[in-house]
């Protein structure tokens, strides 16, 4: 093969090899797929973000429903103790029930007053998302039916408060007055929250 025939052979494989090799990506496209994934990137974390902050509403709703049923064993237990005091019989260990009450109605209030602060810190991080809507709809709806059970634990507990300090309970009935009175203000600012979180997932 003469000299002629191997360079235009050269000059043909050198332009099939260019052909066949990959263009380089413009700075432009580099770029914009970079963007692109870290769109995707970000969108991903604020879907884990809302799915995590939903399974917390959901289980704090859980919470506050507990609660409310809490409220309502303890004005079912006053209500009990409270005929016991107004009609003693000899031998009935009142007082020890009644100290034994006054504990757990503390623990109910400190519990309200922990989920107020649980509430406080995911209206914090909650950003509007159609998706946290319905779970902050549900948590606000519990709020509200436990805020109205300790309004009628708190109206029994002022007319309690008087009979036991007529009967002699005076610690007790103080101890009494105060739980409600708290806990009646954690289920207010709780409900005052709840709304507060519906309406930043609401983006309104």
């Known amino acids: 093969m003469g000299k002629p025939t ?5 000059i043909l494989l050198a332009a099939v090899s260019a052909s066949a090799s990959p263009a380089i990506p413009s700075f432009e496209f580099s770029a914009a797929q970079l ?9 991903d974390q ?4 809302a799915g995590a902050l939903g399974a917390q509403i959901s289980r704090l709703t859980w919470d ?11 004005r079912s237990d006053l209500r009990w103790l409270l005929q016991r005091v107004r009609f003693p019989r000899q031998g009935d260990s009142v007082r020890w029930d009644l100290q034994r009450f006054t504990q ?28 946290l809507v319905a779970p902050a709809q549900r948590l606000l709806d519990a709020s509200r039916r436990f805020k109205t059970a300790t309004n009628w ?16 309970y005076a610690f007790e009935g103080m101890d ?18 709840a709304n507060k979180l519906l309406t930043k997932v609401r983006g309104s």
């Open 6 to 10: 191997m360079l235009v052979s050269f």
């Open 35 to 43: 963007q692109s994934s870290i769109a995707a990137m970000r969108a």
């Open 46 to 49: 604020v879907k884990a973000k």
């Open 64 to 74: 506050v429903e507990r609660a409310e049923r809490d409220a309502e064993k303890l």
């Open 104 to 131: 757990e109605f503390s623990q109910v209030t400190r519990d309200a007053q922990w989920r107020l602060g649980d509430l406080r810190h995911l209206t914090a991080q909650a950003q509007a998302d159609e998706t």
């Open 153 to 168: 634990l708190l109206m029994d507990a002022r007319f309690a408060y008087f009979d036991l300090l007529r009967a002699g």
């Open 176 to 193: 009494l007055d105060r739980n409600s009175r708290d806990v009646d203000q954690h289920a207010q600012d709780l409900n005052g929250e």
